[in-house]
């Protein structure tokens, strides 16, 4: 897989890798250096990635604008990795954040030696002279427990080139994603109402909107072919900024929830209690329909400008938004399984994009039979 000019390679420590003939004469070297990352319980990490620029060699020390690239790479796989998270499943791969941090060692070779850097406010700092192996690198509690992650590999590809190709959305692309992932840690350093207002800023950067009508409007514009649930038809919310009376593209769900989202952002960000309202979404709902629907807003963008080609997946996706907002507990055990179209799914929320995907898979089923039909001269 390629971001840019940057190669992600699979690899395994315990077998030499072909793939990198760069690699081959330090891959002993490389073999040990891999002992020293560990998983959740002190196990060593054999199977792992390889970030690979394009015009690095063994011995070449990493230039700012190198480093620079391959945090933002590692920006782009997180974007496809959560565009593939499958939430409301109990034992499903879904990826945060802590999984795409970026730490820049230099060792000897042999290894021997380590210095490892980082930034501080007032310049560049690091930890020099120690032997490798101390310290270890552990993987974040917040991915210890987690599933391996699966990865959009289209979505990645899309936006692989998106910095030289279209460089304005490259750069709101770019911007936006680390506060997208500050929204999406999934530790205790960030609370909820900080993911809030990071996520906002995220959206922001990426749809060039800064007021929640705009934000609103926005969101409307990219949904609205997708929209399946007016303000008007709700039955288990009630919907406290939208009239049930709007007609057009300010009566979907999506819209309602896009605006009623910047507005906690707001009473957040100035410093005022959300409690003093009442909400259609509760805090954990706006976090949740968020990260889903962050990607899709990104695939959305990209179709708009002919980078990036839907799949019958995605579409089934942003069918499935204004039924999500519509319902309720939407991550609590259904008990109400029985007699059910979707009896597998354990969650509202996972048989709702069940549903949609269902929906998805023959109405795109019947357009190509139509189009065949149409091309071979036949009707039925």
Not at 184 to 209: Q, R, W, Y
Not at 274 to 292: C, D, I, K, N, V
Not at 361 to 375: D, F, G, I, M
């Amino acid at each position: 897989m390629r971001i840019g000019d940057i190669s992600f390679v699979p690899v395994d420590a315990l077998v030499p890798h072909r793939k990198l003939p760069m690699l081959e004469p330090i891959w002993r070297d490389c073999a040990q250096v891999f002992r020293s990352y560990r998983d959740g319980v002190k196990h060593s990490i054999s199977r792992c990635v390889l970030a690979v620029p394009d015009d690095w060699t063994p011995r070449m020390p990493l230039s700012d604008a190198t480093t620079t690239g391959l945090a933002r790479a590692a920006n782009m796989i997180m974007l496809a990795a959560f565009s593939a998270n499958t939430y409301g499943h109990v034992n499903s791969w879904c990826a945060n954040a802590q999984m795409f941090q970026l730490d820049i060692a230099v060792f000897t070779s042999p290894p021997g030696y380590v210095s490892i850097s980082h930034r501080r406010r007032d310049g560049i700092s690091g930890t020099a002279g120690a032997r490798w192996g101390y310290p270890l690198f552990f993987i974040p509690r917040e991915c210890a427990g987690t599933l391996p992650i699966t990865v959009d590999r289209r979505l990645a590809k899309a936006v692989g080139p998106l910095y030289q190709t279209n460089p304005d959305l490259g750069r709101r692309l770019a911007l936006a994603m680390p506060l997208f992932g500050l929204a999406n840690t999934d530790s205790t350093l960030v609370g909820p109402d900080a993911e809030l207002i990071m996520m906002a800023a995220a959206f922001d950067a990426l749809l060039d909107t800064a007021k929640a009508k705009a934000f609103a409007n926005r969101v409307a514009e990219l949904m609205n072919s997708y929209g399946s649930v007016r303000v008007s038809g709700l039955v288990k919310r009630d919907v406290r900024r939208v009239s049930r009376e709007e007609t057009g593209a300010s009566s979907w769900l999506h819209y309602a929830w896009a605006d009623e989202f910047y507005t906690r952002r707001n009473m957040l960000a100035h410093g005022k209690d959300p409690g003093l309202r009442q909400w259609t979404w509760e805090w954990y709902e706006h976090l949740a329909m968020g990260s889903f629907i962050f990607p899709l807003l990104v695939k959305l963008v990209l179709a708009g400008e002919g980078i990036y080609e839907l799949t019958w997946d995605d579409k089934a996706r942003c069918d499935a938004v204004d039924t999500l907002l519509s319902e309720t507990e939407w991550f609590f055990y259904r008990h109400d399984r029985i007699g059910d179209d979707c009896p597998q799914e354990k969650t509202r929320w996972s048989a709702v994009l069940a549903r949609a995907g269902r929906s998805r898979y023959q109405r795109e089923s019947s357009e190509v039979s139509r189009r065949l039909a149409e091309e071979t001269g036949h009707n039925g």
